[in-house]
């Protein structure tokens, strides 16, 4: 770059690319392009599956949303922030992250057209953000209400979140499992429903069918009793939790034992024993007849243990210690000397049982369990972990419209009134913002488009008839994705959460809005900001508008 008296200026490295202007932004936008188009036949019960492996040949077959994208190795910066609207709508809500995915894509190529026609990025952000706030006013009037109690309209949540995964052929059960689950965990706080997701565990087992699928008023633990001669079962249970080690305390500092005799040795060796004696004494005198370690157990005090016959698992990890304390009501105890019965929590049994060829531990019949535990059955590993995933989808899709309190209809008919009002609305607002606002509404009808076309019907047909539907009122008319004909689906059980509507519409367009402000990249080096279209893209890249180790997905 010329400086002063014609001399060269380098404030960038030889080795930083850099692209600027429109062909930064037609680059930005065709990356998250590739992205949603990748995601977009996953979509709706129709939707189809993909198969992810990884370097080291790690399979997974899934058409989660967020899943797809996790497990994709995107280099492209665009494209890595369509993986933060999937995640924040994962975190937020718990569903809809291939809808927020998509949405976001289509956004992204309406404002490509409005760039065509010489409309400037900052008018066409303007006009989405009012046609996002308008979206989510009109979110608010059509909604339903539903509380804790509503188990019938909370189970057609929950059938909608797990419809097209491999867990449809037993919806009805894995939705009653998934309500009850969300109930069970649920707290009203000054008018308004808390539920922690977390205290929800999912505990996987291959083998059996998914009908085996169970849920646990307790904590399930992948882990077995440290003894043979401990029991295997214990009915009415006081449980002790510690996060210390029943072991003797090594000293912090390095010492050395000069022993002379062997009395010496006889001598010390007692000694250690009869600190383990006094610890498994405190844990019995306090009334433990199970006790459950986040850290070792010694030998010696397995066997003071299990001449007790109290049950002891050790290694239990610090998130399920707190589920226990939870389930239980136990405290969590730091120093075995001052263990006390008070400190102990309850459970109507604790038993071992063998699950798939594994042996894990059902800590269940908790009075007022506030945490609870499901046990994940299928014929295959990558059946387990599908189901696995239709129910954490299940879980916050219910979760999401209890703490909401609200409710809309799927299969489009939310999308397709959405883009009603919003036309109505751009009318009023007049000037170039009127086409983005327009522009907003035509990505928003992506949704039924691809539900039809995923389902093999045409998708102007079907979104001509959804749109005469909801223009005579029919604000809940959405599409049957069996018969391709447009349907009042609320009444027929496709209900979703308020949030997971709302969540999508603020993700994705406030990440399409972040992506058509950028007209400079600049990259340090290692970025070959051509590889969308040729050249050597690095690993992960996406040549050709595809993805690496995605052939075929496209």
Not at 121 to 143: C, F, N
Request: hydrophobic content about 35%; aromatic content about 2%; glycine content about 10%.
């Amino acid at each position: 770059m010329p400086g002063l008296g014609g001399q060269p200026v380098f404030i960038m490295s030889e080795d930083a690319e850099r692209q600027t202007g429109e062909d930064a932004q037609e680059n930005n936008i065709d990356a998250c392009k590739s992205v949603a188009k990748a995601v977009r036949t996953t979509l709706g019960p129709k939707g189809m599956d993909k198969m992810m492996v990884d370097s080291v040949g790690d399979l997974v077959v899934t058409n989660d949303g967020v899943t797809i994208l996790e497990e994709m190795d995107l280099q492209h910066p665009a494209a890595q922030m369509m993986v933060e609207v999937a995640q924040t709508q994962e975190e937020e809500v718990g569903d809809g992250t291939t809808t927020a995915v998509v949405l976001a894509g289509e956004l992204l190529k309406q404002a490509e057209d409005l760039l065509d026609q010489e409309i400037h990025p900052t008018v066409i952000t303007k006009g989405y953000r009012k046609a996002r706030e308008k979206s989510t006013e009109v979110l608010d009037d059509i909604s339903e209400d539903v509380n804790l109690g509503d188990d019938d309209i909370l189970q057609r949540v929950a059938m909608t979140a797990m419809t097209g995964k491999s867990a449809e052929s037993a919806r009805d059960y894995l939705a009653e499992i998934g309500v009850e689950a969300v109930n069970q965990v649920a707290e009203e706080r000054e008018d308004r429903i808390v539920i922690d997701r977390k205290s929800i565990k999912l505990e996987k087992s291959e083998g059996g069918s998914v009908e085996e699928t169970e849920l646990v008023q307790g904590v399930i633990l992948d882990k077995e009793k440290v003894h043979g001669d401990m029991p295997d079962h214990v009915e009415d249970v006081d449980i002790a939790l510690l996060n210390s080690p029943i072991e003797v305390k090594e000293t912090e500092t390095d010492a050395e034992i000069n022993i002379s005799d062997p009395g010496q040795m006889k001598n010390f060796v007692e000694q250690e024993e009869e600190q383990l004696k006094e610890m498994v004494e405190a844990i019995d005198s306090a009334g433990a007849d199970v006790v459950l370690c986040q850290k070792g157990i010694d030998d010696m005090a397995q066997h003071y243990l299990a001449k007790k016959e109290i049950l002891a698992i050790r290694r239990v990890s610090t998130s399920d210690l707190k589920k226990l304390s939870n389930a239980t009501g136990a405290s969590t105890v730091t120093n075995i000397k001052d263990i006390t019965n008070s400190d102990l929590g309850n459970a109507g049994s604790v038993r071992q049982r063998k699950v798939g060829g594994n042996t894990m531990t059902f800590v269940q019949d908790c009075p007022e369990a506030e945490s609870v535990s499901i046990l994940v059955r299928g014929g295959t590993e990558h059946v387990v972990d599908e189901i696995e995933r239709a129910m954490e989808d299940a879980i916050g899709g219910v979760s999401s419209g209890l703490r909401n309190g609200q409710v809309v209809g799927g299969g489009g008919a939310t999308e397709v009134e959405l883009a009603q009002e919003l036309r109505d609305y751009a009318d009023s607002v007049g000037g170039r913002e009127q086409l983005a606002i327009n522009a907003f509404a035509d990505a928003l009808e992506v949704v039924p488009r691809t539900l039809a076309e995923n389902a093999g019907f045409d998708p102007i047909d079907t979104l001509v008839d959804l749109r005469n539907k909801h223009d005579s009122g029919d604000t809940w008319s959405g599409i049957d994705v069996t018969s391709g004909k447009s349907e009042k689906l609320f009444d027929k059980g496709v209900v979703e959460p308020k949030q997971t509507k709302t969540q999508a519409v603020q993700s994705a367009s406030e990440a399409s809005e972040m992506i058509l402000r950028i007209d400079d990249v600049i990259s340090a080096s290692g970025f070959d900001s051509e590889g969308e279209t040729g050249g050597g893209p690095p690993s992960g890249g996406m040549p050709g508008g595809g993805m690496g180790g995605m052939g075929g997905m496209m």
